[in-house]
């Protein structure tokens, strides 16, 4: 359950760290609107990988809960899936783009990776 | 303590909601490098207002702790705010360009922001 979920994290991490670009293109693409027009286009492509990267997330939220290492107070998987995606793809942001500001403060990109991973962790485990 | 650190939170928010174009500058602005030859650029100033923002965050932190809102197991209050800054970064930039993501999944960009700030607080107030 809650290890699978983290495990999610690390490898978006990752993917991000050896594919630069293709997460910074990720991350600009504007998925604002769902076109019904073009069903082929690599915009549905993506939406559609995306939705199914956000059911395996769901999905080992949901055994999470039954194996009792995320507590049910938490939050509902799907929106705890999103927040999750949310808040990694911020702390990778931050971490690539914002290195002299970590520096500044001596916090290496992997130390804040894990206190990120660690606030997520204890927010599932524990819940309200 | 606490409550001040998600004021912090909202406070970002609102900002985003209502200055796009900054927020969205501020995004993309790459503070990889602390350049020491151009102390009076606006790259300068730009690395001295965040750094403001973090004292001001990181000294909540250290007020929670005392009063005992913050667990002191969370973390070291300025590893923390680093964090939370790259947390609600990310929560603000899908709740923006992600918006078809999300209503695909039937959560607001309301929502999305409530659940990740629900989250930062839980592993705030709970530690390990």
């Known amino acids: 359950g809650l290890e699978r979920v983290l495990a999610m994290g690390r490898a978006y991490v990752d993917f991000a760290a050896s594919s630069p670009l293709q997460f910074e293109l990720l991350a600009r693409f504007e998925a604002t609107e769902v076109s019904t027009t073009d069903a082929d286009s690599n915009h549905f492509a993506c939406l559609a990988a995306g939705a199914q990267v956000h059911a395996l997330?769901?999905?080992?939220?949901?055994?999470?809960?039954?194996?009792?290492?995320?507590?049910?107070?938490?939050?509902?998987?799907?929106?705890?899936?999103?927040?999750?995606?949310?808040?990694?793809?911020?702390?990778?942001?931050?971490?690539?783009?914002?290195?002299?500001?970590?520096?500044?403060?001596?916090?290496?990109?992997?130390?804040?990776?894990?206190?990120?991973?660690r606030m997520a962790a204890i927010s599932l485990r524990r819940g309200e």
Not at 67 to 90: C, E, F, K, Q, Y
Request: hydrophobic share 50%; glycine share 6%; aromatic share 2%.
């Open 57 to 117: 997330l769901t999905d080992a939220l949901e055994v999470g809960i039954r194996d009792g290492s995320v507590a049910r107070s938490a939050g509902s998987p799907n929106t705890i899936a999103l927040a999750l995606w949310a808040m990694t793809h911020g702390t990778i942001q931050v971490a690539s783009m914002k290195r002299a500001v970590l520096s500044q403060h001596a916090v290496t990109p992997a130390a804040l990776v894990e206190q990120t991973l």
